[in-house]
């Protein structure tokens, strides 16, 4: 594995702008910060189902309709029969969406130990720089998930494309777990040609103190505007369970948040463990559900579990 630079940027806090979490604690410093995470206190809530659900969409699936990939495919990137499913239960909304599991020692998927889904192809969900996108999904963890210390189980992705010249990178954006925390870890670099010098890595915390006493389900919307160059760039996420009323504002960040890159990024979600290509960890197996994986131009159209 690669060695990258980290660095932490901490905005200051006291943010004026509408919903400004102003410092999300962030991961590499163990979640001190937790206390701070998402700044709910001073960022209105959004009552569920309540925006306008109007306006296009780039991307809808629910699992229980046929996909809308508006000219793009899915590329299944599992290698083992249990790698993919959709059985009845696993929804957040309707029957169905997507189980992903991942166990030790299955055959690498991709060149990874990985069970994901991705978007490929001709999609309009495509990102490239300076595109305002609102993305909605929802996420299941289990009951008894094995707390993994540091180590990420990364569970939603925007993945850049290296150039000709250019080596793999990093995804732009990450939704990863690490121990009882959703964290986003954030990879840009204005150079055209990346390598793990030049890049700059950011983590945020999400959520902390997840319950897995039982399977939960988390419903999040993200509002990204693309841009590897240091103006311009914008993170923002809203976070809440699946049995709350009103979603948190749990990041706001300013800044760059993608390589500078001739072909546009894609979204995959599943299950994908890069420490396994190095050798065990504390778990043995993985197993998530995502449902309700929405890309649009605004929050109300992209919200998971909502009635349509
Ligand atoms: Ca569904
Ligand atoms: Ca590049």
């Known amino acids: 594995m690669r060695t990258k630079a980290i660095l932490v940027m901490v905005l200051?806090?006291?943010?004026?702008?509408?919903?400004?979490?102003?410092?999300?604690?962030s991961s590499a410093d163990g979640g001190a910060n937790a206390s701070d995470a998402g700044g709910a206190d001073a960022a209105p809530a959004v009552t569920a189902c309540s925006e306008p659900q109007d306006g296009p969409l780039a991307l809808e699936i629910t699992y229980d309709a046929p996909a809308d990939l508006t000219g793009g495919t899915l590329e299944l990137q599992g290698s083992e029969t249990w790698s993919l499913t959709e059985p009845d239960g696993s929804g957040r909304l309707g029957a169905r969406g997507v189980r992903s599991e991942l166990r030790y020692g299955d055959t690498e998927a991709y060149g990874g130990a990985r069970a994901e889904t991705a978007v490929v192809g001709e999609s309009t969900s495509r990102y490239a720089t300076g595109d305002s996108s609102f993305y909605g999904f929802s996420l299941w963890l289990p009951?008894?998930?094995?707390?993994?210390?540091?180590v990420e189980d990364i569970l939603f992705e925007w993945h850049d494309i290296s150039d000709a010249d250019e080596a793999g990178k990093a995804p732009n954006l990450v939704v990863a777990v690490q121990r009882d925390e959703l964290v986003a870890r954030i990879t840009s670099d204005a150079n055209a040609i990346s390598t793990p010098e030049t890049e700059l890595v950011e983590r945020r915390l999400l959520v902390d103190?997840?319950?897995t006493t039982q399977g939960t389900w988390h419903d999040f919307v993200f509002h990204v505007v693309w841009?590897?160059?240091?103006?311009?760039?914008?993170?923002?996420?809203w976070s809440k369970r699946a049995d709350e009323t009103e979603y948190r504002k749990v990041l706001e960040k300013t800044g760059p948040n993608q390589h500078n890159d001739d072909a546009a990024g894609y979204i995959k979600w599943g299950i994908n463990k890069p420490a396994w290509l190095d050798g065990p960890t504390a778990p043995t197996v993985r197993v998530v559900m995502h449902d309700e994986i929405r890309v649009g131009e605004s929050f109300g159209a992209v919200e998971p579990g909502c009635v349509r």
């Open 227 to 237: 841009s590897y160059e240091a103006q311009g760039g914008l993170v923002e996420a």
């Open 143 to 150: 009951a008894g998930w094995v707390d993994d210390g540091d």
């Open 12 to 25: 200051a806090s006291g943010c004026t702008s509408v919903g400004g979490d102003g410092g999300s604690g």
């Open 209 to 211: 103190g997840l319950d």
